[in-house]
């Protein structure tokens, strides 16, 4: 079974009836009805409603829906699709997922055949789990903290990671041996002209991609290309950033009124191997 009890972290089994999950000391975590189970108990909370808000998500899915990271997007794809092994069902975890956009990507070009993909995400915040799980009925989402998985040991394949926190125990643990993560972080030279409205000096930071331990690199790509977004779009990419919340209303309006603006986007994808 993919679930450990996120109380008592024995394994939960599915009730055929109510289609719930128990463990043997009866902590019980029911199926909601858009599909998707949360297993992120009240005592592990830290906020009422933790993660991306739901203007958040929206904004997010907005701008991905029109296709800015599909290149990134397909490049992730297609080094799944180098180290999946053929005649065998690959389980994929997206660790922090949001409303589940790469996980639809996945499921569309994947070449193993949607039979042999066994497809979970994770997210802590609930809108966008469900959001998710409404628009991906074949994948299996969940409510928790990426710092606390409630997954059996050695589980997955792959496991990856778009832009959202983890914990590296975590991934180890959840991870089989000879399984892969894949990271996807920002080159230097990510959103650069959206930062030069925003900051005094844009710098060009190094790049340090620091993986758990016993993760040894086996690929590399930098993904770089610029992108056109309309006003309505460049409102939600600024929405879906760490920066938002420090973009005052005169800086969002000279993006807004921008001419034609042009942002390159800069992506580093790693892939590496658990040993
Ligand atoms: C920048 S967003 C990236 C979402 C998605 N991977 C993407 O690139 O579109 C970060 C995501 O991590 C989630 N998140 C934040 N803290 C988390 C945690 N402790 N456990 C699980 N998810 C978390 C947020 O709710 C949000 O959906
Ligand atoms: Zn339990």
């Not at 909601?32 to 997010?60: C, F, I, T, V």
């Not at 990134?72 to 180098?82: E, G, Q, R, Y």
């Not at 995400?121 to 903290?145: M, T, W, Y």
């Not at 690929?219 to 939600?236: F, G, H, L, N, W």
Request: aromatic residues 10%.
């Amino acid at each position: 079974m993919p679930y450990i009890c996120p109380i008592c972290q024995t394994s939960l089994v599915k009730h055929m009836p109510s289609q719930g999950y128990y463990c043997k000391n009866n902590h019980h975590f029911d199926l909601a009805k858009e599909g998707y189970l949360n297993l992120l108990p009240a005592q592990h909370k830290k906020s009422k409603e933790p993660g991306d808000s739901r203007a958040m998500m929206r904004a997010r899915r907005h701008f991905l829906e029109a296709g800015f990271y599909q290149p990134m997007a397909k490049t992730v794809v297609s080094m799944i699709n180098k180290y999946k092994v053929e005649n065998k069902t690959m389980r994929m975890l997206d660790i922090g997922c949001g409303e589940g956009y790469y996980c639809r990507q996945i499921e569309a070009l994947y070449s193993g055949g949607n039979e042999s993909l066994d497809l979970h995400g994770i997210d802590i915040a609930k809108n966008a789990i469900l959001a998710a799980a409404k628009k991906q009925p074949n994948a299996h989402f969940i409510v928790a903290s990426s710092q606390r998985m409630p997954y059996a040991n050695n589980f997955f394949d792959l496991v990856m990671r778009v832009y959202a926190p983890s914990n590296d125990d975590e991934v180890k643990r959840i991870t089989k041996t000879n399984g892969f993560l894949l990271l996807v972080t920002p080159g230097s030279r990510h959103l650069w002209q959206l930062k030069e409205f925003i900051y005094k000096e844009v710098k060009e930071h190094s790049i340090d991609i620091k993986l758990p331990t016993m993760f040894k690199q086996v690929e590399s790509q930098r993904v770089r290309y610029t992108i056109k977004p309309d006003q309505e779009q460049r409102m939600a990419l600024l929405q879906m950033t760490p920066f938002a919340w420090r973009v005052k209303s005169e800086v969002s309006n000279r993006i807004l009124r921008a001419n034609k603006l042009e942002i390159e986007t800069d992506f580093i994808l790693t892939l590496a191997k658990k040993i």
